[in-house]
T-cell receptor, first 108, second 112 residues
Framework: SQQGEEDPQALSIQEGENATMNCSYK?????LQWYRQNSGRGLVHLIL?????REKHSGRLRVTLDTSKKSSSLLITASRAADTASYFC????????FGAGTTVTVRA | DTAVSQTPKYLVTQMGNDKSIKCEQN?????MYWYKQDSKKFLKIMFSYNNKELIINETVPNRFSPKSPDKAHLNLHINSLELGDSAVYFC???????????FGPGTRLLVL
């Protein structure tokens, strides 16, 4: 079974709005990562948050981690058309476990 | 100067054929991976090599055989291709195996 599971499956927002997606996982982790996949491309690493961190920022991205609830969220602020992509969370280890992703569509 | 490259980008072939996909990374990483992404976008790990040693071998048919001639290359050979093998195959690498992974652009395999 997939370790990281994203929610919602799909999200459609207007340019300039914020997009929030969530990730749940099952077992203890050392870190959790978020990746972006543009249509027809490979995955690109966005941000890594360690288990002893609660929040991390990178540009317009904000990631939170709640290890007690085994969940993480990714917030994209002031979305742009270029943010249209699928977003995946993955938990650590030699064997990164990905979910099916959240597909985000940013409408102009 | 692509970090992780794969060839070919597209592969269309008949059932029963044998094919190979090549992957090269110029990042100096120790660990390399092969993933399969199905039509529903689920990304599943198939194999991982660390310094040319196989460290992860998921439940993959033995028609799939990875080969790592050196630390910078991890190739995937598939025998007797089946319709269900149609997917996008991604190669990735990471420095130590437990942190950020860098993905190649993918190889789109279509078995007819």
């Amino acid at each position: 079974s997939q370790q990281g599971e994203e929610d919602p499956q799909a999200l459609s927002i207007q340019e300039g709005e914020n997009a929030t997606m969530n990730c749940s996982y099952k077992t203890s982790i050392n870190n959790l990562q978020w990746y972006r996949q543009n249509s027809g491309r490979g995955l690109v690493h966005l941000i890594l948050i360690r288990s002893n961190e609660r929040e991390k920022h990178s540009g317009r991205l904000r990631v939170t981690l709640d290890t007690s609830k085994k969940s993480s969220s990714l917030l994209i602020t002031a979305s742009r058309a270029a943010d249209t992509a699928s977003y995946f969370c993955a938990t650590d280890g030699y064997k990164l476990s990905f979910g099916a992703g959240t597909t985000v569509t940013v409408r102009a | 100067d692509t970090a992780v490259s794969q060839t070919p980008k597209y592969l269309v072939t008949q059932m029963g054929n044998d094919k190979s996909i090549k992957c090269e990374q110029n990042l100096g990483h120790d660990t390399m991976y092969w993933y399969k992404q199905d039509s529903k976008k689920f990304l599943k790990i198939m194999f991982s090599y660390n310094n040319k040693e196989l460290i992860i071998n998921e439940t993959v048919p033995n028609r799939f055989s990875p080969k790592s001639p050196d630390k910078a290359h991890l190739n995937l050979h598939i025998n007797s291709l089946e319709l269900g093998d149609s997917a996008v195959y991604f190669c990735a690498s990471s420095p130590s195996g437990r942190e950020t992974q860098y993905f190649g652009p993918g190889t789109r395999l279509l078995v007819l």
